[in-house]
């Protein structure tokens, strides 16, 4: 069953493409990113736009933003069993130390930490709770990045990046966005 939700990922944007194509409906459109991530555009940021994917679902709008997004995980991230997900985006965006953690694993986080803080700069991490979800992010110049995690769930997070757009933008989006609907 795997192999075959594989072999539909590349033909999801397309299809989706062609169901946009001359639909009047003002309904926003879901990107669904796993049966516990989801994110709603309005159909206004689609109107013009070009889906497509790479991780996983992405936009760009016809005014040059991008989103994308995908889900990450212990074995994508190559990390051990039984470290907690949900902590991932505290110790990468450098609101935790990975002190306690073993120091091939500390060093990876202090690694990120320092390239997403020259990236993004160093003053603007922001975390926020909508419902279930926790948003951790930062906005620089280049765009924004997001991790979202979901209460009591441990199995993957989502992580959402923007160029383009502004934090509020981004924010807005994000927190208007999420859904877990199945």
């Not at 069953?1 to 594989?6: N, V, Y």
């Amino acid at each position: 069953m795997s192999k075959q939700l594989g072999l539909l990922k590349p033909i999801a944007p397309i299809a989706l493409a062609f169901a946009l194509q001359g639909c009047a409906s003002t309904e926003p459109v879901k990107f669904s990113y796993s049966s516990e991530f989801a994110l709603t555009v309005p159909v206004s940021q689609i109107s013009g736009a070009t889906v497509f994917s790479a991780d996983g679902p992405a936009l760009k709008t016809a005014e040059g933003q991008l989103l994308s997004g995908r889900v990450i995980s212990n074995a994508s991230e190559g990390l051990p069993d039984d470290f907690t997900i949900r902590d991932y985006p505290k110790l990468i965006l450098g609101l935790d130390s990975p002190q306690a953690f073993d120091e091939e694993i500390a060093r990876l986080f202090e690694n990120s930490t320092k390239e997403i803080q020259h990236t993004y700069g160093d003053g603007g991490v922001f975390q926020e709770t909508v419902g279930a979800f926790t948003i951790y992010g930062v906005c620089g110049d280049v765009g924004c990045l997001s991790f979202v995690t979901k209460a009591d769930f441990e199995d993957h997070i989502l992580t959402v990046h923007g160029t383009g757009i502004s934090k509020e933008e981004f924010t807005s989006l994000i927190k208007g966005g999420l859904h877990a609907d199945r």
